[in-house]
C-alpha cells in the first residue's frame, strides 16, 4: 500500500471526509514509516516518502475515523550526540486528537540494550494514535466569558469530582460524562463558581515505578499527548468517542454559565529522563524536542523535577504548544488554560526570561490571547520561582497569598502586614508592571497539599498509603493548637476546626483577585492526612458526597460567600484601592481604610507589633471609582470586614458616623452557620468578635450611580 504525496500542513492526522492526511515533523529521520494498526495483527507500514521542511507526510484515501495508527521512525542511534532514532519502537504521533491504549510498563518501551538500540518491538505495549471526525454539533454554544473580576474558579479533577456521587448512574462515574451530569453541574451552579480549572486531561501515561507498586498517576501531571482527551475518562469508548464527550461535556458546562480552564502540563513529557520509555517525542526527534545538557547531550536537563524540559527555544516545540492551545481553543471550545510549572515555559536558555520566544507568540497570536491564561509562576529550577514577575496579559497562582493567609490564621508572628497586602489584592506584586488585581489567583489549598478540612486538623502528613516512606510531600504543617490530630470525638476540636474553616473560606472570597477552591473543601473533604494523593486513585481522593450536618452547613456557607462577592462590586474591585490616609471631618472617606480595634486608623507601630492579630478594614463603597459599560459611575454598599486571629476574644469598637450610623452583620464564622441573625449596631459601639473567627458587616451605599466623582 502506497501513499498519495498528501500535505505538510497541518500536522497529525486530518480526515477530509475521503481520507486521511498523515504529517509528521522529524528534522533528523532518514526514513519514517506510518502504521495502520488492525485489531488482530501488526497491521500495515505505509512509508511516507514525500518530505517538506523536515515534515514527512502522505495522503491515504479511505481511511476513516476510528483507525489507529503509529509510526517508525528511522535514522541515527547516537545517544551521546541527543540521537535516538530506533525503528523497533511504535511511536504515538505528538498530533494524535484521540489516543487509545496505555502503557504496559513491558521492557520493550526501555532502551535497555547495552550498546542499543533495543531491538525488542514496542508493539502491542503502547499507545496507539485514532483517526477522528472534527464534526461536532456545538449548536448555539457560546464563550461565557465571564470578566476575570467576577470569576470563581473551582480546581476539579474528572474522576475525583464524580466516582463516588450517588446521583450518577455507574457507567457515567469518573468520566467527562459524569461531569456534564445535572447533578454535578447542579452543584457548581448553585455554589456560584463561575469557572472549572480541571487537573490534567491531555492524555497521560502511568509511570512504570508507580505500577510496580500497584498504584498510579491520579493526577495526571504526565502528559504524552497534547491534543487528545484522556481516554480513561470517556464513558463511550477510545476510538475517539473520547473527543465527542469532551466536547459534550463542555458544551453542557457552557449552557449552565461555566467556563472551562484546563491545567496544562507543556513543561515536560512523559518519557523522563535517559532511563524513561521511548514512546513519541524521544524517538521522532530527541534533540529537537528535549532541551539537552550542554556537553553532555545524552543526559536531559530537568527544572521539573521529572527527569525532562521541553525546549522552549526551538520552533517546532513552539508551534506544538502553539497548535495545541489553538486546537483546545477552536476544536474543542475551553476557555483558558493554568500553566504547570510556568516558569520552565519561560527559560529560552538557562535563565527565567519573561520576554522569551513562548510569551511573544501567546502574546500576538489572535486565539490565544483572548483567552484566560493562568500560571503556576515557579519550577524547581536555579531562579525558579518568579511570582509577580509574568507578563500583562497572564495571572497567576498567587502562593504568597496561600502562606499569608495561613500563617495569619494559624496565629503566626509578624503576619499582619503581608495578609492585609493579599487582603487587598496584592499590589505590591503586581502593580509596578501595571497588572491589576486580576493578575492574582488566590487559594489556601490546591490539589497540591493538604485539603482544607486536613489543612486544620493535621500538623504532619500521613502519606503512609504512598509507599515513599513519609518522603514525599510537605515536610510539615506547623501547629494549628486544635488538639488531637486527625479523627476525634471532641466537640472543642471538631468546632474550632470548622471555624477555621470559615475562616479561610470566607478570607478567601472576600479578598480581592481571583478566588479559586480546591474541589470538596466546600464538603469538607479529607485525605486522611494525605498531602500528595498524586498516586491515590481511590477514596482518599475521591470525593464522597454522604454529607454530615457539618457538611452541608459548610457547603451552604461557602455558596452564601460567593452569593455576597458576586453580588457586590467593592468585594471583587478591577482596581487596586488608592489607600489614602484618613482625612478630617466632612472630608470623603478614602476607598479603604485600616483601622485599630479602638476603631483609630492603624499607625506604622500598629503594623509592625510581632503580636499584632487583629484588624479592621473599611471598604468604601461609595468610592470604587469605577464605570458601568453604559458609563455611570458604580457605588455599592460599604462593608467592615473585622479579622481576630488571636486565640481569645477581643473588643473591637465599631467606627464613627463618618462611617455609617448603623451596621448589620452578615458573617461571623464563630456561628455554626457562619451566617447570624442580621443584627445590627450602632456607630461607636462595641462588638466582641470571638477568638480566631471574622465578622463581615455592612452600610448601605449612599450616594447614587449618577453622582460625580469626589
Known sequence: MSAWSGHPYPLGASFDGQGTNFALFSEVAERVDLILADDDGPGRSVPLTEADGFVWHGYLPGVRPGRRYGYRVHGPWHPAAGRRCNPAKLLLDPYATAVDGQIDNHPSLYERAPNGPDRADSAGHTLLGVVTDPFFDWGDDRPPRRPYADTVIYEAHVKGLTMRHPDLPEELRGTYAGLAHPAVVEHLTSLGVTAVELMPVHQFVQDGILQDRGLTNYWGYNTIGYFAPHNAYAAGGTRGQQVTEFKAMVKALHAAGLEVILDV???HTAEGNENGPTLSFRGIDNASYYRLVDGDRGHYYDTTGTGNSLLMRHPHVLQLIMDSLRHWVTEMHVDGFRFDLAATLARQFHEVDRLSAFFD??????????????AEPWDVGEGGYQVGNFPPLWSEWNGKYRDAVRDFWRGEEHTLGEFASRLTG???????????????????TAHDGFTLRDLVSYNDKHNEANGEGGRDGESDNRSWNCGAEGATDDPSVLELRARQQRNFLATLLLSQGIPMLAHGDELGRTQRGNNNAYCQDGEISWTDWRLTEEQRELRDFTAYVIALRAAHPVLRRRRYFRGEPLTGAGRPLPDLVWLAPNARGMTERDWQRPDAHTVGAFLNGDAIAERDPHGRRVVDDSFLLLFNSYWEPVDFRLPDTRFAERWTALIDTSDPRGTPDETEHKAGTGLTVAPRSLVLLSRPARVHGDEPDH
Request: charged share 20%.
Open 361 to 374: 507568540l501567546i502574546q500576538q497570536d489572535p486565539v490565544i490571547s483572548r483567552v484566560k491564561l493562568i
Open 265 to 267: 502540563v507543556y513543561n
Open 426 to 444: 496584592s499590589a505590591d506584586l503586581y502593580q509596578h508592571s501595571r497588572r491589576r488585581p486580576r493578575a492574582s489567583v488566590n487559594f489556601v
